[in-house]
């Protein structure tokens, strides 16, 4: 497979994403001096052979891929960890993993010395697709997920579609779920091309791969106009407001990706009540988004808790107000505020105990 590399413009300069199968082979056979790996522990275990070299580094941090393990209170040991093993500024962090591990990795990196160097292999489909670029760190204290962060680049991202062989269906749905958010931040042409294609995705990796570059493009337009987040960016976090919730409401018991799936369909069926939005659109996105969420509209999601998470999301401006991006009659999403009245926490109500399973 030759998929096309891309180079990202960054506050820090530019830094290349590359397709390369081999890129795991080539750095265990010749480990370069002055490095530090941070690796997901499930990774390191399946794939212990071929990273044989790098577990043998004498600078190894291996970590579970869960959530607490992100915690600020977790970070003195990983600090501690670098500190014994001689850290120094002029090195560079190495991570081998999803999500989480980019996330640990990408704030010691920003605030180790006050900054150091670090390179991504992402091993989940939602790093590969989505957060391997766009140069955010969060990371969580206390019962606040994502509340701290930075946004620091890393220096190269090395793709290699080969691990996704090992993920569990979940996984890589919560994945296809933020690839799917992707196309339609596009527009309904690009929605369409997924959709058509959504089945390939799971047996055919030149169509993966054929869709991670995809949504890695579009993705690179916005962030290289708006790194920080202030503008065009925002519109990333359709799906999220609602996802977010879903998460926190579930007590993370539905994957990140897939509380996304259900919150775009959501944010589309209640874009349609709320009048600026359209039925057919709802309609239209429904079969894929419910396909890709199958398996969890049973998931029971306590209204209270929902509304809670809904009400502290970081994205909210003002008081009784939620900041929503939702699409409108031509399936563009923008960003908006919306009143937390009763007709909105009553669709909201009705669209999770009846429409979400329909
Ligand atoms: N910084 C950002 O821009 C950003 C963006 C989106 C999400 N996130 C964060 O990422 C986290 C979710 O990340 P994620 O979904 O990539 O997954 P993850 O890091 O939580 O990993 C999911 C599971 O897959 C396992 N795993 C990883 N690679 C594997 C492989 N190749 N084969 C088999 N198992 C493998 C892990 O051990 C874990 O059990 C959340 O904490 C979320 O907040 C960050
Ligand atoms: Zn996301």
């Known amino acids: 497979m030759t998929t096309e590399n891309l180079t990202i413009r ?30 997901d522990g499930r990774v390191a275990d399946l794939y212990a052979t071929d990273m044989d070299a790098i577990l043998s ?12 393990n992100k915690s600020l209170d977790r970070f003195p040991a990983y600090v501690q960890h670098l500190i014994d093993r001689g850290i120094r500024r002029e090195h560079v962090l190495i991570a081998i993993g999803g999500g989480i591990t980019q996330d640990i990795t990408c704030f010691l990196a920003a605030t180790l010395l006050r900054g150091v160097d670090w390179r991504f292999y992402p091993t989940t489909l ?3 697709a989505d957060s391997c670029i766009g140069s955010k760190s969060s ?9 701290l962060g930075t946004f620091t680049p890393p220096k190269q991202v090395f793709v290699s579609t080969r691990f996704l062989e090992t993920l569990d269906e979940r996984d890589v749905r919560s994945g296809v779920g933020e690839m799917i958010k992707v196309q339609v931040i596009d527009g309904p042409k690009s929605f369409d091309a997924i959709a058509r294609s959504y089945d390939s995705l799971f047996t055919d990796p030149v169509v993966m791969e054929h869709f991670i570059h995809r949504s890695l493009d579009v993705k690179k337009g916005y962030i290289e106009r708006d790194e920080f987040d202030r503008g065009p960016r925002n519109v990333f976090n359709y799906g999220h407001s609602f996802g977010h919730a879903i998460e926190a409401a579930t007590d993370f018991a539905v994957p990140h ?7 775009m369909d959501m944010a589309n069926w209640l874009a349609a009540r709320l009048g600026i ?3 057919a659109h709802w309609a239209r996105m429904h079969p894929v988004l419910r396909g890709n969420y199958r398996g969890y509209e049973t998931t029971e999601i306590p209204l209270d808790p929902f509304f809670s998470a809904l009400s502290k999301d970081k994205k909210n401006v003002g008081q009784g107000t939620v900041t929503l991006i939702l699409p409108d009659r ?3 999403v923008f960003r908006d505020a919306y009143p937390a009245d009763d007709a909105f ?4 109500r009705h669209y999770l105990e009846d429409i979400r399973r329909s």
């Open 126 to 128: 939602l790093a590969q």
């Open 57 to 68: 580094h004498p600078s190894v941090l291996r970590i579970d891929a869960t959530e607490s």
């Open 10 to 39: 960054s506050h820090k300069g530019p830094y290349e994403v590359r397709f390369d199968d081999d890129a795991l082979a080539r750095l265990n056979a010749d480990v370069p001096d002055g490095v530090h790996f941070i690796v």
């Open 345 to 348: 926490r009553a669709a909201c």
């Open 330 to 332: 031509d399936a563009r």
């Open 257 to 263: 990706g897939i509380a996304v799936t259900m919150g």
């Open 277 to 279: 939005g359209d039925d």
């Open 139 to 147: 990371i969580n204290s206390g019962s606040a997920k994502n509340i």
